[in-house]
């Protein structure tokens, strides 16, 4: 019997030829991520474990992006907190806010994970980089300290589940409206405890943006981990990027499945998840007169290059609704600078959109979006549990960019094509592939 | 480690965000987290909310971040044991590390009443209620994970394999 993808980097790092599912093993780490949320724990943990100095300061990723820049004076003294251990650590990947982006949007950009890495965060959406053929899941603060001073740590090895998406998608689909589609199917916990795999001629054609828009919200069916096997999109992505050696894996033909669902990527309409869980899916064509008062375009799962891209060419000439709130968080420093060059934030800022330096504040609640009782909003990002975005009695759905944009315009879910003719796809289209 | 109390009842999929809404995770201290322990359910929910109490929850327990505030927060109000159909794993791994008594065992959840006094003995998976008699044999944890639970959480277990290196 052969091995997953998963499996073989588990077993990789664990030292040994073969792993099976259920089995506990010691692995090696790549790296470790914390943010400002989560590192404060981790560095006390490290602490009581006795050791003076983490594993390798070149391997510990932190990012204060949570509620960075600095909300109030309890969150500036997190952040100072995992500045100071960084400087004391000697710790050289710490992104200082103006050099930071969202972490999981930053470190693949960085190329400071990849292909083949086994990599644990302090976040649960650690799980995005599996994008990049790699494994990767999150962890709590007191595993990622022990794994700060050890270089290692524990995992139980997944069952995998093959999803397979073949044919061609429709207009303005993209990743996010394929998962989404695909956590309607299952729950969310469907994949608990397991790792996702996501394979087929559709999943192939998607740019590494909407491969990681994918990846990322794996955890959102309870997914130990997404993956998809890299390919030649993947090495262009990482070529220009790696400072040390990567390695492809790929499952083998016989590689034992718990289960493997087809799907035909024509049935995925636009989505949206309803309050208050992401499983909560219907197509947008199924949801009438739900109106908006605030839209955000932004996170780990849809502030990429591409996300903004949609974004601005459905809005393009347009302008938001008067009684909305568009909200827009480009995912790092990077991709900022080139929406810039691109004239995206321009025209963003001509529809009436609030852009921001990038930061994870509105998804989780946190700040700069936060929502007062009674609000709804329409988010690209990936959770929509009651009270996510603020207020207990405030409501968040969740939807691709195309859907975002145009419901900022319309001040009510819709689809794109209720704000922008046929045309504006097809031309998108011809530029995407020039 | 056995413990005793009475149930308290939740739904499925209960998430991260109603344990600890992300505003307040700006402390580690289990007693402030614990002021807004399970918010997103209400006042009515939180009066019920005792010290001692044994929280029953069905399936996904802990479900969606990462953050080890959740059982942090769940241990300061003064819950002795959580017993559900099933845990989210980031929330199983956390509520291990941080020395917050888990249980997995979903016929127990079908059958108990909220109310009910219940026993729990961590170790052996045992679970009694105390009002029918009926005991109930919880999902053993793994080896590896008794090991951890014996050594007191994993940093006292982290720090025994750093001493054993260290000779």
Known sequence: MGMTITEKILAAHAGLDKVEPGEIVQVRVDGLLANDVTAPGAIEQFRLVGSQKVFDPDRIFLVPDHFAPNRDIPSAEQCKLLREFAYEQGITNYFEVGRMGIEHALLPEEGLVLPGDLIIGADSHTCTYGALGAFSTGVGSTDLGVAMALGETWLKVPSSIKFVVNGTLNPWVFGKDIILYIIGMIGVDGALYK????????????????????????????????????????????????????????????????????????????????????????????????????????????????????????????????????????????????????????????SGAAVSTPTCGPCLGGHSGVLAKGERALATTNRNFIGRMGHSESEVYLSGPAVAAASAVAGRIVPPEEVVPPERWRDFKNKLEE | MVFEGQVLKVGKNIDTDVIIPARYLVTFDPLELSVHCFEGLGEDFRAKLKPGSILVAEENFGCGS?????????????????????????????AINIGLPIVECPEFVKEVQEGDKVAVSLLEGKITNLKSGKTYQAKPFPPFLVEIIRAGGLVNWAKKRLKKEEK
């Open chain 1, 195 to 350: 790792a996702m795999e996501f394979a087929g001629e559709a999943i192939r054609n998607l740019s590494m943006d909407s491969r990681f828009s994918i990846t990322n919200m794996a955890i959102e069916a309870g997914g130990k981990s997404g993956i998809i096997e890299p390919d030649e999109k993947t090495a262009a992505y990482v070529e220009a990027r790696a400072k040390r050696p990567y390695k492809f894996y790929q499952s083998d033909p016989d590689a034992n499945y718990e289960k493997v669902h087809s799907l035909q990527a024509e049935k995925i309409d636009l989505q949206v998840a309803l309050p208050h869980l992401p499983s909560n899916v219907r197509s947008v064509y199924q949801i009438n007169d739900v109106e908006l008062d605030q839209v955000v375009i932004g996170s780990c799962t849809n502030g990429r290059l591409e996300d903004l891209r949609v974004a601005a060419a459905i809005l393009n000439g347009k302008k938001v609704h008067p009684k909305v709130r568009l909200l827009v968080f480009p995912a790092t420093q990077k991709i900022y600078l080139q929406a810039l060059k691109e004239g995206l934030i321009q025209t963003l800022v001509e």
């Open chain 2, 66 to 94: 990462s953050r080890e505030h959740a059982p942090i927060a769940i241990k300061g109000c003064g819950i002795s044991c959580v017993i559900a159909s099933s845990f989210a794993r980031i929330f199983y791994r956390n």
